[in-house]
């Protein structure tokens, strides 16, 4: 079936550096793809999204590119700071079925001064 | 900004007991759904609900759930007889256009 894997937490990084959490997935059909981010005590927000195959989305810094040859979508960031702490989800989303959306099990990013 | 607002925050319910998980959705916004999220799992869909009736539900939502939109601004999810393994974190979202999530903070709720 659809799913999306997601590399494990925590990732514990110091201020100003590079952040990639990687994502792949598995679908049926063309996804959507999605990251959102989930801040201590609050709700999901959507991060970025791509719709179709070498679209890159952006946001706040944050990069993925829908990389459809290896099913990826790995979120990147160049110089993380501490307000970037959070908890990462990739999901899908497919085309049909009431659009609901396919989570990855969440990545906690922990970054230090 | 628009928000959905889920109620309560923590709910703690003895084992069998019924509870009531409450959201109000954007209000312009066609479509809800609920999710839930196990401790330290990932999140997961439980239904979808459109034009008053539920549109798509997982294998999770059985018998023991329902929702209801009672009056055209609530959205809730009711959980019959609680089990211990219901503990988890409660999503409500609502969507108007095809990526336009919109998540409630969430609802934790401890059986006990």
């Known amino acids: 079936g659809d799913s999306v894997t997601q590399m494990e937490g925590p990732v514990t990084l110091s201020e100003e550096a590079c952040l990639t959490i990687?994502?792949?997935?598995?679908?049926?059909?063309?996804?959507?793809l999605f990251w959102y981010v989930q801040y201590p005590g609050e709700g999901l927000q959507l991060l970025l999204k791509?719709?179709?195959?070498?679209d890159k989305g952006s946001n706040k810094g944050f990069e993925a590119t829908y990389r459809k040859e290896t099913t990826s979508f790995h979120l990147e960031k160049g110089s993380v700071q501490v307000s970037d702490s959070a908890v990462y989800f990739c999901?899908?989303?497919?085309?049909?079925?009431?659009?609901?959306?396919?989570f990855g099990a969440g990545t906690r990013l922990a970054v230090h001064p | 900004e628009p928000e959905v607002t889920q109620t309560p925050s923590h709910q703690v319910t003895q084992m069998g007991q019924e509870v009531i998980l409450r959201c109000v959705p954007i209000?312009?916004?066609?479509?809800f759904y609920w999710y839930r999220q196990i401790l330290g799992q990932k999140v997961e869909f439980l239904v979808s609900?459109?034009?008053?009736?539920?549109?798509?539900k997982s294998e999770i939502f059985d018998d023991q759930f329902s929702v209801e939109r009672p009056d055209g601004s609530n959205f809730t999810l009711k959980i019959r007889s609680t089990k211990l393994e219901d503990s988890a974190m409660y999503f409500c979202?609502?969507?108007?256009?095809?990526?336009?999530?919109?998540f409630g903070s969430g609802t934790r709720l401890t059986v006990v």
């Open positions: 999901a899908l989303n497919l085309s049909g079925g009431y659009n609901k959306l396919i």
């Open positions: 990687n994502c792949t997935y598995t679908a049926t059909g063309y996804p959507s």
């Open positions: 209000s312009n916004h066609l479509y």
């Open positions: 609900f459109y034009n008053n009736e539920i549109s798509e």
């Open positions: 791509a719709t179709k195959a070498d």
């Open positions: 979202a609502s969507r108007q256009d095809f990526y336009g999530y919109t």
